[in-house]
Each structure stands twice: as C-alpha cells, then as structure tokens.
C-alpha cells in the first residue's frame, strides 16, 4: 500500500511520523474516512467540508483546499489502484516540545492511506447486525471527528466481547449515535427517526445522505432522541456510516427487531444510496 505522509507518497510500510507528534502524546487531531465503490468517492465533498470543520474547531489550519485535498485523493487511489475500499485521511496539530498548550505556527502532520475492501458487498446486509447499548462515555463535544477514540475503542471492544456487531450508546436515557455509526430506527408509523444533530453526535456525512434520499421518496422523516424501548418496538432498526453504507438492526439487547431480519424501507434506502453513488462518473 502506498500512503501519502506531509506531502510525499510513500510505502505505507515505511511511512513514520515523530514520537513528538501532538497526535500520538495527546491524541491532538482529526480525521476523516471517505469510501470509494467502484471508483466512485462516495459523499467526498461533505467529508472534506466535515474535515475542515473539525479543523477549525480545534484551530488546526487546514493545510490544503478541497480541491487540493480531491486531487491528493484521487493520486492516493490511482497510484494503489484502489477500486473498492475506503481513504483514511488524518490531520493532527503537528510536532512540538510535549506540553498541553500548543505554539503558534505548528505544521500539520498529514497521514493519508487506503484500505481495501468491498463496503457494498458486506454479508451482513442481508443478515443483519446484532447491536447492543453500552453507556456514551464520551467527551461533550462529538460533533468533532477527534483521532481521540478511546471511549469507542472500549465500547466496541465490549460490544464485540457481548457478541455484537455495534454498541449503540446511551447517555442521559437516550441513545446518542452507534460508537462508529448513526442510529436510525423505523417506527411502526413508518416514521423514520434519528437524534437531531448537537454536540453529542457526529454529524453523519452518511446520515444526511440518506436522509436526503428518504426525503425525496417523500418518506416521512423526524430528528428526535430515541430512547432504547423505542427500538424494541420498532418496525426496522439500522445503523449509517462511511464505511459501511448502512447496515440492518436485527438484535438490539439480545430481543429482536421487528420481524428479525433487513426490513423494505432499510433496503430501498441502501438500495437508492448505492444506485446514486454508482450514477457518478468513476475517478
Ligand atoms: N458517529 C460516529 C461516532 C462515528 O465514528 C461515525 C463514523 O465513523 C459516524 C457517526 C458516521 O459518520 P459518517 O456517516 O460520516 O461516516
């Protein structure tokens, strides 16, 4: 794999950064995960206007502009010839002396690599995901896409260790958002549901992609809390994310979820998402 480190392509084998670097002592930067299905860079735009936020959220310079950032990604892809999988991209604060405050005029460190796999053709689409809550043990400000993910790498480790694919977190009675997803569910109503965008999630690029295909469908759509029960008696639960498109709920708790497996309107959006990105000219 061929990585792209502060400006230089390089074996990703080889690529290194600085020990002194603010994003390995203090976790100081953000990041970004962009998939590409058949040579198409799904949601791209809104993740690098996602990345620029979170930099300027945290008062790290955005060291290039959208253009510059697509151009680099389409490099990246070309030159590993990626077809299918997914582009990391990581900003962190840069290399300084380690104290808490950070000095004036720090470059950033820039880490770019691909992952390659398939996220259309993942097997648990047609089987579902089993999912489990576990309490949101975050930061109050989620809305940034911190490389700081201690709290998910814990929660995911104990979804997986309760024999769950995603842990959907909960906090003050409501569930937040998956540890690497947005929560979704379908109300017997056929109300589709998920939290309203604050500082207690992250604004899902994919979230708002499929709810702009809901919208067109003219399905009818909220933004709410939801609380646990709620997912209990739900017609259809599903989880969103880059790297994943979105992925049926059919075990929430160890109960299922409406009649246990991929339920139509999680199908029809997944289905319409994946024809949009595929009407796109391939990079
Ligand atoms: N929420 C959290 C906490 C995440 O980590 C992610 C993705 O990794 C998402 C939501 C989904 O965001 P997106 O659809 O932009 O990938």
Redesign the pocket.
């Known amino acids: 794999r061929i990585a792209f480190v502060n400006g230089e392509f390089t074996p990703l084998s080889a690529a290194s950064i600085p020990v002194m670097d603010r994003g390995f002592l203090f976790g100081d930067g953000v990041y970004e995960?962009t998939a590409v299905i058949e040579r198409r860079f799904a949601d791209d735009d809104a993740?690098l206007t996602r990345l620029d936020r979170s930099l300027r959220e945290i008062d790290i310079p955005n060291p290039y502009s959208a253009s510059v950032w697509t151009e680099i990604e389409r490099d990246l892809a070309r030159r590993n010839g990626l077809e299918n999988g997914l582009i990391y991209i990581q900003v962190t604060r840069g290399v300084a002396e380690r104290n808490f405050q950070y000095p004036t005029g720090l470059a950033p460190t820039i880490v770019m690599f691909p992952q390659f796999k398939r996220v259309q053709d993942n097997p648990i689409i047609e089987t579902g995901a089993k999912v489990v809550t576990l309490p949101d043990q975050r930061w109050s400000r989620?809305d940034i896409k911190s490389t700081s993910l201690l709290a998910?790498v814990l929660t995911k480790q104990a979804a997986q260790q309760a024999g769950a694919n995603e842990a959907w977190m909960v906090r003050d009675g409501s569930i937040t958002?998956?540890?690497?997803?947005?929560a979704f569910i379908v109300t017997k109503e056929g109300q589709i549901v998920t939290r309203r965008l604050s500082s207690a999630?992250?604004p899902?690029?994919?979230?708002r992609t499929i709810m702009k295909i809901a919208h067109g469908m003219r399905l009818d759509l909220v933004e709410r809390n939801i609380t646990p029960d709620e997912v209990l008696t739900a017609s259809e639960a599903f989880y969103?994310?880059?790297?994943t498109i979105a992925v049926p709920v059919v075990a929430f708790d160890g109960q299922t979820v409406g009649e246990g497996h991929p339920g139509p309107v999680f199908q029809t959006l997944y289905k319409t998402y994946l024809e949009t990105i595929m009407a796109q000219t391939p990079e």
């Open positions: 995960v993740h989620c998910q958002e998956g540890a690497s997803s947005t999630v992250l899902g690029v994919t979230r969103t994310s880059a790297s």
